[in-house]
């Protein structure tokens, strides 16, 4: 859904500890989810895709966990590093097989301590 | 080499003027998009293309009007601005529909006053 008149969560994390962020989606038929890195003064870069005949999926320091009995997903971000400081989005497609819409999570931005 | 680019980065206009930011991709995608980001960050769908055919329109005012001359193109005209228009602007293109992943611009921001 839309947010209206929210604050970016914010997560702040020492450099070298693992960072979790959260996204909650609402439709149970979703069967596809996208986290998205967005630096300051760029647009949203996609970081990790996932399934929803899975329930974890690798990356290169990062793991997408997908729990679909209480429809969450969350980005593990492994010894966070200064350049992991940006905006993360999870996006899922709306609708049916074919949509060529996407529904943007609010963002949680992540900020890393020296 | 650039994947998709917008132009211009920065835009500053009066209320009442008609504006427009184009968009290119070189990726080979049959579908593009433009996306508002608010100051919340919050980022909203307005338009989907598949090749050069509108597929979305998200209750976007009529003030907006997309054009895609080509499947590398899509480029976003504002008439009549409004204080409200202020945003950033973010054109995306992905292969094909839903269940892949987008590529998006640097974005365009857009200030009215």
């Known amino acids: 859904g839309e947010s209206v008149g929210l604050h970016l969560p914010t997560l702040s994390v020492q450099e070298g500890d693992n960072s979790i962020i959260n996204c909650a989606y609402s439709?149970?038929?979703?069967?596809?989810f996208i986290w998205y890195k967005q630096e300051s003064g760029k647009g949203p870069q996609f970081i990790i895709d996932?399934?929803?005949?899975?329930d974890k999926r690798q990356g290169q320091r990062v793991t997408v966990l997908l729990n679909k009995t209480v429809k969450h997903l969350s980005l593990q971000i492994a010894a966070t590093q200064p350049g992991d400081s940006a905006v993360y989005f999870c996006?899922?497609?709306?609708?049916?097989?074919?949509?060529?819409?996407?529904?943007f999570g609010t963002g949680t931005r992540l900020k890393v301590l020296a | 080499d650039t994947a998709v680019s917008q132009t211009p980065k920065y835009l500053v206009t009066q209320m009442g003027n008609d504006k427009s930011i184009k968009c290119e991709q070189n990726?080979?995608?049959?579908?593009m998009y433009w996306y508002k980001q608010d100051s919340k960050k919050f980022l909203k769908i307005m338009f989907s293309?598949?090749?050069?055919?509108?597929?979305i329109n998200e209750t976007v005012p009529n003030r907006f009007s997309p054009k895609s001359p080509d499947k590398a193109h899509l480029n976003l005209h504002i008439n009549s601005l409004e204080l409200g228009d202020s945003a950033v602007y973010f054109c995306?293109?992905?292969?094909?529909?839903?269940?892949?992943?987008?590529?998006f611009g640097p974005g365009t921001r857009l200030t009215v006053t």
């Open positions: 293309y598949n090749n050069k055919e509108l597929i």
């Open positions: 996932i399934r929803s005949n899975m």
């Open positions: 995306a293109s992905s292969h094909g529909s839903g269940k892949m992943k987008q590529y």
């Open positions: 439709n149970s038929a979703s069967d596809y």
């Open positions: 990726l080979g995608h049959d579908t």
């Open positions: 996006a899922e497609p709306a609708g049916s097989s074919g949509t060529y819409k996407y529904i």
